[in-house]
């Protein structure tokens, strides 16, 4: 597995990921962008086997993992899309994926995680603040991650620099026992439209 998390609130959508892409074969790629700005209103951020997620975002991403041109899909569009594929990828087993969504809707930022496993496991998850004082962490990744990132936000602050620091800690630690990530950091933010 490898992470990419993401914070939704009032104000903006930030998705944060690491860079390092195990594959199939058990071949590791170093420097390997998993987090893609599609369009002024979507982000997608991969985690799980690369393969995989090339299927599972097929429609947006081109087989060298660049952003398909001209893509003008809204959220709901791209959430529609990936959920039907996702339905697919579900039937079909054998499939290792845990990966996010999420954007601007014209009202609202919100999110979906994506998460199949090879033991027959999935789900889609929904993530949207309730009103303009929450915000909502998604984690594709292992569950300490996702707890180290509420503990290493305390020293920043929230606000994207300070969002983004917290992620770099959440990988310095993550490297200690998590093999399927690095601490090289990507990041892609879409902020409310003024």
């Not at 998993?34 to 690369?50: A, D, M, P, T």
């Not at 339905?87 to 996010?100: H, P, Y």
């Not at 990132?149 to 992620?167: A, D, E, P, S, V």
């Amino acid at each position: 597995m490898s992470l990419v998390q993401a914070v939704i609130c009032d104000q903006f959508a930030l998705v944060c990921g690491e860079q390092q892409a195990n594959l199939d074969s058990g071949g590791v790629l170093h420097n390997f962008k998993k987090v893609f700005k599609l369009n002024e209103c979507v982000i997608i951020g991969l985690s799980g086997v690369i393969e995989d997620n090339y299927y599972l975002f097929q429609d947006y991403l081109n087989m060298d993992f660049t952003v398909k041109e001209d893509c003008a899909d809204s959220l709901e569009e791209v959430f529609k899309t990936v959920s039907a594929r996702h339905r697919e990828m579900a039937e079909q087993g054998e499939c290792d994926v845990f990966s996010l969504v999420c954007g601007w809707n014209g009202s609202g930022f919100e999110g979906k995680s994506f998460f199949v496993d090879s033991a027959g496991n999935s789900s889609i998850t929904d993530a949207k603040p309730e009103h303009s004082m929450e915000a909502k962490l998604i984690s594709c990744g292992d569950n300490r991650h996702y707890d180290n990132f509420l503990t290493c936000m305390k020293r920043y602050g929230f606000n994207i620099l300070g969002l983004q620091n917290t992620f770099r800690d959440v990988l310095s630690l993550g490297v200690k026992f998590d093999d399927f990530i690095d601490t090289n950091a990507w990041f892609e933010v879409i902020k409310r439209p003024e």
